[in-house]
């Protein structure tokens, strides 16, 4: 097993005929028998091994953030509203609130519970929230004022409790907010396979599929894919084999995904 090292980034890397030599951005050299490129929906190796396939913009707007309850506010203002329920929707017209539990210390005195909120719809024409993936300038850990605005104009109908708590107070919070660039990929089977004989590299998670994550099928699927790959590699057996065993879930998941996030965000005279 070897060393897990953060905030180095992969500066080359090149195919060897045991397997791969890599060179990172602090100098330091390695030799491997594989690449795993799991580099996020920016994957750096992709970019050099598949140039030719890049994420497509989806018709959607996502932001997300974080943020913090003690125990007693938890307990007068939003666990009346959701029980015991640790994924929470809500749905407006075209719109789509949630919040989801993803960690607590339920101290009575000094407990707390972090709650992630997500506030999701359709692209507008001329759409001040939307983002394309190729915009660079992004800075995704900021709302622009277009979304404070988007909030505050929310018919009172639409932020019901626990909403109207959760997102009445997001300004005032200083919530710890993303800003989505939707985006839709699938690199080719034929394209990873051809690639596998010379260049030792297997993709797994948004390196190779991404799509949104609104009902969790993307992170879920990079868990399964890292599995799969564990199994095979510990086997010793050929690369091809993970592909042939993940593609069709990647396939099945890309062509519904899309379908799926159109439905969620339809008007409710639908």
Not at 79 to 100: C, S
Not at 139 to 166: M, Q
Not at 200 to 206: L, Q, T, Y
Not at 222 to 237: C, E, N, S, T
């Amino acid at each position: 097993m070897g060393d897990v090292e953060y905030g180095i980034k992969l500066a080359s890397f090149m195919s060897t005929a045991p397997g791969v030599h890599l060179v990172f951005e602090n100098g330091v050299e390695v030799e491997g028998s594989v690449l795993v490129a799991a580099d996020d929906v920016h994957s750096f190796i992709r970019s050099r091994l598949h140039p030719q396939c890049g994420p497509q913009d989806w018709d959607g707007v996502m932001l997300n953030g974080t943020c913090r309850f003690l125990i007693a506010e938890w307990n007068a203002k939003i666990a009346p509203h959701i029980g015991d329920a640790a994924v929470y929707p809500g749905f407006g017209d075209q719109k789509v609130l949630a919040i989801t539990i993803y960690d607590a210390d339920w101290d009575p005195c000094s407990g707390y519970v972090n709650v992630s909120w997500c506030y999701s719809r359709r692209k507008q024409s001329d759409d001040p929230l939307f983002v394309r993936y190729a915009d660079r300038g992004l800075d995704k850990a900021k709302a622009p004022e277009a979304f404070w605005d988007e909030i505050v104009a929310l018919p009172p109908r639409e932020l019901v409790e626990p909403f109207r708590t959760i997102f009445e107070g997001i300004r005032k919070r200083g919530d710890r907010i993303t800003h989505h660039q939707l985006v839709s990929l699938l690199v080719p089977k034929e394209d990873l396979l051809s690639k596998l004989q010379f260049d030792k590299a297997v993709f797994k998670g948004d390196a190779v599929h991404d799509w949104s994550n609104h009902a969790g099928t993307a992170a879920n699927t990079a868990i399964q894919d890292a599995l799969a790959l564990g199994q095979v590699l510990q086997r010793k057996a050929q690369l091809e084999e993970y592909y042939e065993g993940r593609y069709p879930s990647w396939l099945k998941s890309y062509g519904e995904n899309g379908e799926d996030f159109q439905a969620l965000h339809r008007p409710n005279k639908e």
